[in-house]
């Protein structure tokens, strides 16, 4: 009897081990590979890449022009800082008589008063007369002649203005329309001197950008102008100016960007521009982390197997880079890093 025990002990006591062997020596499945967290798997993608920066501006309307009086007397009324200067329309008034606006480039420095009379100063009046609707042709344009002095003194009879000639002090001759910005004198003062600036009529805004920057833009591309308030106004760019100057902060290029609507209550006032240098339509790219330097130069696209296919790279925008080549296409699963 203590044999069987003995032995229904021992068998019970393998059954156990092998039991235990058995779990013990089950191969556990292989663990997942960690994956690396440096890198991400993403796609070629077609897309449209643009380029965009934010550049310091200044709201302004431009600079001024001084306007200085002529001839003897004193003033009695002066426009109103932002008056708009109109063509035949009076500017301000000495010793109670209307000094009226012509555009041209030459001040009167004579009267026109008779026949005979060359000069630029004969031609700019006979184009002023046109446009104000009293034509007076002729042969040579900038000689007074009979037909000049009627329209002249018909105009000057059906607008109240005194006498049937003009001369210095009649009128004050500006480039074209312009904005009063400020009055150097007051009622009262003589007329002889400076008397008020002038600048443009629309507010523009002034970028100076470095001779490189300016080369990416255009005159006629939209911007975005944001005022100091937050407010974003469309706007666009109206000249790039030919001039480099050199100051503190090194040579420099003014870009002037006119606004679609008046963005700002303040004569004056720093801005932002925001200006999109670059755009491509419907190109393949990815990120410029995905681009794997060769050895031998140029660039390739490492696929999640570890092979590679060459690359040729375009133009980098925002953090993306366009791709291209032979094996190239879109929905390519490549690696790239964060």
Not at 53 to 76: D, E, S, W
Not at 292 to 301: K, Q, R
Request: hydrophobic letters at 45%.
């Amino acid at each position: 009897m203590a044999i069987k025990a003995a032995l229904a002990i021992a068998a019970v006591a393998l059954v156990a081990a092998g039991a235990t062997f058995a779990v013990r020596g089950r191969r556990p499945a292989p663990p997942a590979p960690l994956a690396d967290p440096t890198t991400n798997t993403i796609e070629v993608r077609k897309m449209d890449l643009t380029d965009e920066r934010t550049v310091a501006g200044t709201l302004g309307f431009g600079p001024a022009r001084v306007v200085k009086g002529t001839g003897a007397g004193v003033l009695t009324k002066l426009p109103a800082v932002g008056t708009k200067t109109r063509r035949g329309k009076e500017l301000y008034r000495v010793n109670d008589q209307p000094v009226v606006v012509l555009y041209g480039g030459t001040p009167l420095f004579r009267p026109i008063d008779k026949a005979g009379l060359t000069g630029s100063d004969v031609l700019e009046v006979r184009h002023n007369l046109t446009a104000l609707g009293y034509p007076a042709r002729a042969t040579h344009p900038e000689v007074s002649d009979a037909g000049l002095l009627a329209a002249l003194k018909r105009w000057r009879k059906e607008h109240d203005l005194p006498g049937p000639t003009l001369g210095p002090g009649q009128a004050v001759i500006l480039s074209g329309p312009s904005r009063v910005s400020e009055l150097s004198a007051q009622v009262g003062d003589p007329v002889e001197g400076p008397l008020l600036s002038t600048t443009a009529t629309e507010a523009a805004v002034s970028v100076p950008m470095s001779p490189a920057d300016a080369a990416t833009v255009h005159t006629g591309a939209k911007v975005t102008v944001v005022a100091p308030s937050g407010t974003e106004s469309a706007a666009r760019i109206t000249a790039v100016a030919r001039a480099v100057t050199d100051g503190d902060a090194g040579a420099k290029v003014t870009v002037t960007i006119t606004p679609d609507k008046p963005i700002s209550a303040y004569d004056a006032a720093a801005v932002q521009v925001r200006i999109t240098t670059l755009a491509r339509k419907g190109v393949l790219a990815v990120p410029v982390g995905a681009l794997v330097a060769l050895a031998e130069g140029g660039y390739a696209l490492q696929r999640p197997d570890g092979s590679l296919v060459a690359a040729e790279t375009g133009v980098f925008a925002g953090g993306m880079v366009q791709v291209s080549g032979p094996g190239v296409t879109a929905g390519l699963p490549v690696v790239t890093t964060p």
